[in-house]
């Protein structure tokens, strides 16, 4: 039921805080009215946010904002309206709860057509409001399907694009700018979204190309296509990265931005030459707006390594590193530090490669390797800038280590990442970019080490009891007996897997003054290791401990850190 609204969208604008655009917001109210219209004008002027914006003019009409890009949406609630008529009603079912179908309409108000609605799906609507364009970029995600993407290639592929095969190359450029590939290119992307994928492999072979996803850290194929297909859609590719579409013999690396809703969805592109053609993996970043920002306290962080390290993160100068693999969750976890010291009298800045979250109060600078634009170089500029906290996104050579450990060294606190096996290797790996011993050693004050585990799926969660071998293997000194274990059976969900999200395991490493003093006498890598291990819990410890949680699997375990199961 819609409730009267007491007040107009221009008057409810000025219960914002801080509210100072009397006179613009009258402008644009004489140019658009009171309606939806000024909505959208009041959002691309910046007087104030959309989330804000949308809130108060959703109050005018009695109903909730609802965001569909920062909202649950369920299978079941989005097959409840069939795609034509959501289409056409400009509508997208959110969730059902207790028999009710919550969706997002353009236009709540109209009565009629939530009624309509209501009768198609044979459900009672509870109408919320969303801006269209939102409505319209969650329709094509939310009703994307590996069957429509097959159609679309399929019909591309006989189309008369690609009916002179010979003189394809020549055309390339046209082929790319071609409306129908720059449809498939979207419905991949949309679907890979959809999927929660994190990289999109697009691979040629000898027969065919095929497209697989990274999903919880599982490789997926998701479809094959035609051969003559594929130099046309890494073109596409390039070109919105900007990058020279007749190379092929010589890898390439871009980024290309995608709108969404009126958010844009970032991702980071790379190509390498293979036997049958370029391999192409784009890794999809989201939304750098509507990216959940995670804390440290809903991380998982096991309480033992959890205390030590938010009073790590308070000292008031030094290196705190964290390390593992690409895609290991590094940087959620460094944002995750910054926001809990976040506060309006502490300067923090970032130099990241590329900004992936949005941080309230922080300022984030990227760097640009056309314009040979550094880590070192804006390392060495942002020491002007009075910080008291900095994020190096990634050290990667002698120079940026030393400016960080200078840093650090004169009373900043850095946050930075490495690439090492374990904690302990990430004071060694310093000493062995070329840092000197006498300035690693003051400097780092603690090395967190992460995974990131399949995390087993909720929907078909049941519990099994290991055989005793698995049990004496893996807790031989814990003495467990008849200890149930978890694992998914497959469901819809998980699209069969029994896994659906991720969940991260770690190590902890707080650097003593006896390291340091080895450090400093240059000692042996086996010496400084072995001093560094005193007293803390590997990887795989942390890693069994969810396991018997019931947050994921041996297997996965095994998987992601079998360099530690000697340790």
């Known amino acids: 039921m819609l409730k009267k609204p007491d007040s107009t969208f221009a008057e409810r604008l000025r219960e914002l805080p801080n509210f100072d655009f009397g006179t613009e917001l009258a402008a644009l109210k004489t140019k658009h009215g009171d309606g939806l219209p000024l909505?959208?004008?009041?959002?691309?002027?910046?007087?104030?946010?959309?989330?804000?914006?949308?809130?108060?003019?959703?109050?005018?009409?009695?109903?909730?904002?609802?965001?569909?890009?920062?909202?649950?949406?369920?299978?079941?609630?989005?097959?409840?309206?069939?795609?034509e008529i959501a289409r056409k009603a400009r509508v997208i079912g959110l969730y059902i709860i207790e028999g009710v179908l919550t969706a997002a309409f353009a236009n709540p108000e109209d009565k009629?057509?939530?009624?309509?609605?209501?009768?198609?799906?044979?459900?009672?609507?509870?109408?919320?409001?969303?801006?269209?364009?939102?409505?319209?970029?969650a329709m094509?995600?939310?009703?994307?399907?590996?069957?429509?993407?097959?159609?679309?290639?399929?019909?591309?592929?006989?189309?008369?694009?690609?009916d002179q095969p010979e003189v394809a190359a020549d055309r390339l450029a046209l082929l790319a700018d071609s409306e129908s590939l720059i449809q498939i290119l979207d419905e991949i992307i949309y679907y890979a979204i959809r999927e929660r994928a994190t990289d999109i492999h697009i691979e040629p072979q000898e027969m065919q190309s095929r497209i697989r996803f990274r999903i919880d850290g599982m490789l997926r194929e998701v479809l094959t296509y035609s051969r003559k297909l594929h130099r046309a859609l890494v073109s596409r590719i390039k070109i919105l990265c900007s990058l020279n579409i007749a190379e092929t013999r010589f890898p390439q690396d871009g980024r290309f931005s995608m709108p969404v809703g009126t958010s844009k969805a970032n991702f980071r592109f790379s190509s390498i030459p293979t036997q049958y053609g370029e391999k192409v993996v784009i890794r999809v970043l989201?939304?750098?707006?509507?990216?959940?920002?995670?804390?440290?306290?809903?991380?998982?962080i096991s309480q033992t390594m959890l205390r030590p390290f938010k009073r790590l993160i308070q000292n008031p100068s030094g290196i705190i590193f964290v390390t593992g693999p690409t895609g290991s969750g590094k940087t959620t976890t460094l944002y995750a530090a910054l926001h809990e010291i976040n506060k309006p009298d502490i300067n923090i800045t970032t130099i990241e490669d590329p900004i992936e979250i949005q941080l309230a109060g922080v300022t984030q600078s990227q760097v640009n390797a056309h314009i040979d634009l550094k880590f070192s170089?804006?390392?060495r500029s942002l020491l002007r800038q009075d910080p008291e906290v900095i994020l190096v996104g990634e050290i990667r050579d002698l120079e940026t280590a030393k400016i960080a450990t200078e840093a650090a060294l004169t009373g900043h606190i850095v946050f930075a990442t490495l690439h090492t096996n374990s904690a302990a290797q990430a004071i060694v790996r310093l000493l062995?970019?070329?840092?000197?011993?006498?300035?690693?050693a003051p400097a780092v004050i603690g090395v967190l080490a992460q995974r990131l585990a399949a995390r087993i799926c909720e929907n078909c969660k049941e519990p099994y009891y290991p055989p005793p071998e698995v049990l004496r293997k893996y807790f031989l000194d814990e003495g467990l007996t008849d200890v149930p274990f978890y694992r998914g059976r497959g469901c819809t969900v998980c699209r069969g897997t029994g896994y659906k999200g991720r969940i991260a395991f770690h190590e902890l490493v707080l650097i003593t003054e006896e390291?340091?003093?080895?450090?400093?006498?240059?000692?042996?890598?086996?010496?400084?290791?072995?001093?560094?291990?005193?007293?803390?819990?590997?990887?795989?410890?942390?890693?069994?401990?969810?396991?018997?949680?019931?947050?994921?699997?041996?297997?996965?375990?095994?998987?992601?850190?079998s360099f530690e199961w000697a340790s």
């Open 39 to 83: 909505l959208v004008a009041v959002i691309e002027a910046k007087l104030a946010t959309k989330d804000d914006a949308c809130r108060l003019y959703a109050d005018t009409l009695g109903v909730a904002y609802v965001d569909p890009f920062a909202s649950v949406i369920t299978d079941d609630a989005v097959a409840a309206i069939p795609v």
């Open 286 to 300: 989201a939304s750098t707006a509507k990216k959940s920002m995670l804390t440290l306290d809903k991380m998982m």
């Open 515 to 561: 390291v340091r003093t080895l450090i400093s006498a240059n000692a042996s890598v086996q010496q400084i290791t072995a001093a560094a291990k005193v007293g803390y819990k590997p990887l795989r410890y942390d890693g069994l401990k969810k396991v018997l949680l019931g947050f994921t699997t041996i297997d996965e375990i095994e998987a992601n850190s």
């Open 377 to 379: 170089t804006l390392l």
């Open 140 to 162: 094509a995600i939310q009703y994307s399907s590996e069957k429509n993407l097959e159609e679309s290639l399929s019909e591309l592929e006989h189309s008369s694009l690609f």
């Open 112 to 137: 009629d057509l939530v009624k309509r609605v209501s009768q198609i799906a044979q459900l009672p609507v509870s109408p919320v409001f969303a801006l269209s364009r939102d409505i319209e970029d």
């Open 432 to 440: 062995e970019i070329g840092v000197e011993p006498y300035m690693v």
